[in-house]
């Protein structure tokens, strides 16, 4: 028994990391990953406006309306920010940490919890 009458008990760190929430799943519905940006910084996008409606003749040669070109229109889309991220985990804090500082869980947290929602914001502006 220990001297004073208390229990002498070990500490001992968890190897599971307490993530936070994120509003990722709901970031991605607002993404667009449609687009490739690999090795350029501009990439130009068709869009295809719609047409009114008119109102159908049940006699005459343009029943349907007077028909004319469907349109296109070019949109371009520029990567305007080259955005970074920088932080050091060594061996030793690895190891000190019982393996909790994982490089691939870290960048994966940096990605859910700082680039996703930071690019929402972006693009809202």
Known sequence: ????GGKN??????????ERF???????????????FTGVDT???YSIPVVPLTDYQRTGLNR??????????VQSLKITKDRAFTYIIDKGD????EMAMDAGKS????????????????LAQ
């Open 22 to 36: 994120t509003r990722e799943s709901q970031a991605m519905m607002a993404l667009n990953n449609d687009y490739d």
């Open 64 to 73: 349907y309306g007077v028909p004319d070109d469907l349109q296109r229109n």
């Open 43 to 45: 990439v130009n996008v």
């Open 1 to 4: 028994m220990a001297v004073g």
């Open 107 to 122: 960048v994966q947290r940096q990605l859910k919890e700082v680039w996703i929602p930071r690019r929402i914001w972006e």
């Open 9 to 18: 008990l070990a500490s001992k760190y968890s190897k599971v990391i307490d």
């Open 94 to 97: 690895k190891l000190q940490s």
